[in-house]
């Protein structure tokens, strides 16, 4: 292999796959990055057998050939090299590199041993914009469980349908649900989870001028591509849960919120809250038209603050995890929010307002005084 590319264009790529290196010290190729020739580019590789990751990078090809790099060692080197050309080759398993004022030679590992990333050629099913896939990923991904013990729930739902596509994420004590649209219409009807690394990984490498990113799936994998770069991850095995059943049909007491004063008081609160409980008091004033957000721990001390609301229904005095609401509440991306409580005290809800509210809705189960 000989080619020339640029230290901007190189040092982008490796960024892109360099996330999807293994860390299986069992199998020290993981740790690495295919860079082979493919149809007059430079292509690299990156996989940790769960995610795999591709991407083109524009060269001048002198030679076809392949190679695997450890990942760490050439990313650190190709950032710290200045902008303009560099020159690559491949000589008994070694990777030469020349640039400005700089040479290096890094041992490699027989390509061979690289493992199969999946390819993935069934029609797209779905393609979204850019910036709207990130806000959507923002507003649920923390949602996720953490735990193993439920697979099903430690990934992201998809679910496309025509010309909508519904991510939807939980871990039993929250629910986040974003609907987007989608640029084609899928004739039928396609329901995936999606571990939340791929998901993650992908807001990271997707940025908000993308405009096209296409979703394909096949053989429980899902692939996601745009420009020159494609993510493929497995998908969860399971049934998801069927969440829309804790969504209330009806919410009794209802309350419009600055969305900057809310996280204010909420923040403010947190640092009054139990540690052990993480709680504040949140009471509905429909007289007053406000909200009282009320935080006290015995070894701290007690916070009241009191934030105007259009306050509609009946008085309602319901205990949240402070962080839970700010997880929404800082991706929410509206000046203003809903907070929307049940007749039993039992749900609350958070929704943004204005021309796009429907499309999302976040869930939260408040904490139950024993």
Same mark, same amino acid.
């Not at 303009?84 to 400005?100: Q, Y």
């Not at 991904?141 to 439920?150: G, N």
């Not at 992201?156 to 349908?161: E, I, M, N, R, T």
């Given at each position: ?119 993935? *050629? ?5 393609? @979204? ?8 990923? #923002? %507003? +649920?991904? /923390? &949602? ?58 992908? *807001? ?5 001028? @993308? ?8 053989? #429980? %994998? +899902?692939? /996601? &591509? ?145």
């Amino acid at each position: 292999m000989k080619l020339t590319c640029t230290q901007e264009n190189l040092a982008r790529g490796l960024s892109i796959v360099s996330r999807s290196v293994g860390k299986n010290s069992t199998l020290p190729i993981l740790a690495n990055i295919l860079l082979t020739t493919e149809n007059k580019r430079l292509k690299l590789s990156a996989t940790n057998l769960e995610i795999g990751s591709n991407c083109l990078v524009g060269a001048k090809i002198e030679k076809e050939g392949k190679i695997t790099i450890p990942a760490q060692l050439i990313s650190n080197y190709i950032n710290n090299l200045p902008s303009g050309n560099i020159n690559l080759e491949v000589a008994n398993s070694t990777l030469k590199i020349s640039a400005v004022n700089s040479k290096a030679e890094i041992k490699g590992i027989d390509p061979s041993e690289f493992p199969l990333i999946p390819k993935i *050629n069934s029609q797209p099913f779905c393609q @979204v914009k850019g910036k709207d896939l990130k806000q959507a990923l #923002n %507003q +649920i991904i /923390f &949602a996720t469980a953490s735990e193993e013990s439920r697979p099903e729930i430690s990934g992201v739902y998809l679910k496309s349908s025509g010309s909508e596509l519904i991510l939807a994420a939980t871990d039993s004590y929250r629910l986040a649900e974003k609907s987007i649209q989608s640029q084609i219409k899928n004739k039928g009807e396609i329901e995936l989870i999606v571990p939340a690394s791929a998901m993650q990984e992908l *807001n990271r490498i997707v940025g908000e001028e @993308v405009d096209k990113i296409t979703f394909s799936s096949s053989d #429980n %994998q +899902i692939r /996601f &591509a745009f420009d020159d770069v494609e993510l493929i991850s497995r998908l969860v095995e399971g049934q998801y849960p069927d969440y829309k059943s804790i969504i209330p049909n009806k919410f009794t007491t209802t309350a419009v919120i600055d969305t900057s004063e809310l996280i204010s008081a909420l923040r403010t609160a947190s640092f009054f809250s139990k540690k052990d409980s993480a709680e504040v008091i949140i009471n509905t004033r429909n007289k007053n038209n406000e909200i009282e957000i009320v935080a006290e721990a015995g070894e701290v001390g007690k916070n009241v603050s009191q934030v105007a609301s259009e306050v509609k229904g009946d008085d309602r005095e319901i205990s949240f995890n402070p962080q839970y609401l700010l997880d929404s509440l800082l991706n929410i991306e509206a000046n203003q929010v809903n907070l929307m409580i049940t007749a039993d005290e039992r749900v609350g809800a958070l929704q943004s307002v204005g021309a796009d509210k429907q499309d999302y809705i976040y869930i939260v189960m408040p904490i139950v005084k024993k």
